[in-house]
């Protein structure tokens, strides 16, 4: 059984799809990297660039299902990253189905398989806390604490008791095959207009440990900006390790597994309502915009002329939005879908016509990716960046975008130079903390208590600042359930929460409850990181009195 080679492994996977042919771009990623896997001793990195809808993520199902076939000279499990928490149940929930149809289609020695080796590990949500298990679905920020010895699971163990087991998950990540899936994701676009990346370089950083320590990677996306590929080869450069990348990208053909047309428009005065009226009657529509205060907004206007929309966000308790995201799934649900970013990427869904408010090119890319994505025909409307829009992105290279679909009328490849044309003088990565970092993997010297010291001083490893768990206060009845009853919100709305409160209500890890006053966070842009603050009071979650069952928590 080791002697299956990925691509064989690959083509008796693809039998449970219809049609059960191999894509082209799939096969040539896996072939380059067994070849350069047995020529480099593991240091292989594939960057894979394929349409939206080509199935990339397969691949971690098929290297999965290797080794779990023998080939365990490759690894002992795969490592799947995540850039966005909402994407990750969907691929568990796909990748558990795809091992049931593996062992019921095909059989024989797929019959080790097993729907139990999945484990979807966010943060401090169960699934697979180590990140030991044979097919482990995570985040970036989760990835990157375990890797940097500040393991998510035991954040609040780290930073009230002073120990962790970190090297537990470090040794599982370096007997792994790691999939840094919807790469482009990585970088921010307000990077590009005021300095460099964390999430970016934390990532890189990372690469380079793994490849010098022998640990396959392949890099996934539908839309990589030449500037992030140049960043991390670069860095590969310097390291010596420039021949272990293998770029596997279109080449000129029509690799788009299924024929789409898809018309664009930019709508220079308008907002969605406006757009929707001038449609005809339409099956599916899904409207994108940039904040959660302005989806609400939309979604209560279509309410009162009549319609029934679904409002989906991030605000929303995990288990309603859930619910919603299941009926999003339903192909044969029709109306209207009101969303911010958290469809944007990895959520395999299709509809008629997309409404979106301008965004980074690789943003409105993705968006499109949703329209007529198993084929047929579709519409793209995009409108002007609101003001709301502007703070999650920045006003450079939504508006540039606006204007290339104005000229164009259509959302190509072409798009993304304008990212490669707006950073062509920037550096996207922090070298310094890309330094510590290093320091941090490559010293046993630098424990734990050093990565804690590096967390507090950026404010954690990835984000700009820390996702703080609030649950609304409804649902605390009984035990309270963080994982399901909860949802998350970013250290400044926490403390625009807390500047309009003065004080809020909060859970500890013992379900006892303490308030916090605004006075303990200092000043403004001179206060210690939030997220420290909560995790050495042992603090839970916030809790929020004013949530809505119907629209979540606008903010």
Not at 99 to 108: M, P, V
Not at 469 to 490: E, H, M, S, W
Request: charged letters at 30%; hydrophobic letters at 35%; proline letters at 4%.
């Amino acid at each position: 059984m080791g002697s299956l080679s990925l691509p064989d492994v690959y083509e008796r996977v693809s039998q449970i799809f219809e049609p059960p042919v191999p894509r082209p771009l799939l096969t040539k990623a896996l072939e380059g990297f067994e070849e350069n896997f047995e020529r480099k001793n593991g240091k292989v990195l594939v960057f894979l660039e394929a349409p939206t809808g080509y199935g990339k993520s397969t691949l971690s199902l098929v290297l999965y299902a290797a080794i779990k076939l023998g080939r365990f000279d490759i690894g002992q499990r795969v490592i799947h990253v995540l850039p966005l928490r909402s994407i990750g149940t969907d691929l568990k929930q796909k990748s558990i189905e795809r091992i049931g149809k593996l062992k019921s289609t095909i059989g024989g020695e797929f019959g080790e398989l097993d729907e139990n080796d999945v484990g979807l590990q966010q943060m401090h949500s169960p699934g697979s806390p180590m990140l030991c298990k044979r097919f482990v679905i995570t985040t970036l920020d989760t990835f990157v604490t375990s890797f940097y010895k500040m393991p998510a699971w035991e954040y609040r163990k780290l930073f009230i008791r002073g120990t962790a087991h970190y090297e537990v998950p470090r040794a599982c990540i370096y007997t792994s095959v790691v999939v840094f899936d919807e790469f482009h994701l990585y970088l921010s676009s307000k990077a590009l207009e005021e300095g460099s990346s964390k999430s970016l370089t934390a990532a890189v950083a990372c690469i380079r440990s793994l490849l010098e320590a022998g640990v396959p990677v392949l890099v996934m996306t539908a839309t990589m900006p030449e500037v992030v590929k140049k960043s991390v080869s670069k860095k590969l450069e310097v390291s010596g390790l420039e021949d272990s990348v293998v770029e596997v990208v279109p080449s000129g053909g029509n690799e788009q597994p299924v024929k789409r047309h898809i018309s664009v428009e930019a709508v220079v005065d308008g907002d969605p309502i406006s757009v929707l009226q001038r449609l005809e009657d339409r099956r599916r529509v899904l409207v994108v915009l940039n904040t959660v205060r302005k989806a609400v907004e939309t979604y209560v206007r279509l309410k009162q002329l009549g319609h029934s929309p679904v409002l989906l966000h991030s605000r929303i308790v995990e288990r309603e939005r859930q619910k919603r995201l299941r009926k999003m799934f339903e192909k044969n649900e029709g109306g209207i879908f009101v969303t911010t970013q958290v469809v944007e990427a990895g959520v395999d869904v299709s509809f008629d016509v997309l409404i979106t408010e301008a965004a980074p090119p690789d943003s409105l890319l993705q968006r499109a990716g949703r329209v007529a994505r198993y084929g047929g025909e579709g519409e793209v409307f995009v409108l002007p960046l609101t003001e709301g829009g502007s703070k999650v992105y920045g006003q450079l290279l939504p508006n540039r975008a606006l204007e290339y679909v104005s000229k164009s009328r259509k959302l190509d490849a072409g798009i993304l130079k304008i990212i490669d044309e707006a950073s062509s003088e920037k550096d996207l990565l922090d070298y310094d903390y890309y330094d510590l970092l290093s320091d941090i993997d490559n010293y046993p010297s630098c424990s734990h208590k050093f990565a804690k010291k590096v967390w507090r001083a950026y404010c954690g490893f990835v984000r700009d600042g820390e996702q703080i768990t609030v649950i609304p206060r409804k649902y605390l009845n009984g035990t309270p359930d963080l994982q399901n009853d909860a949802f998350a919100i970013d250290e400044d709305r926490f403390r625009d929460l807390l500047e309009e409160k003065g004080e809020v209500e909060c859970l500890t890890e013992s379900l006892e409850r303490v308030k916090m006053r605004k006075e303990e966070l200092g000043r403004k842009g001179r206060e210690e990181c939030i997220g420290v603050k909560l995790l050495e009071k042992g603090i839970a979650a916030v809790i929020l009195d004013d949530y809505d069952e119907e629209v979540g928590y606008a903010g």
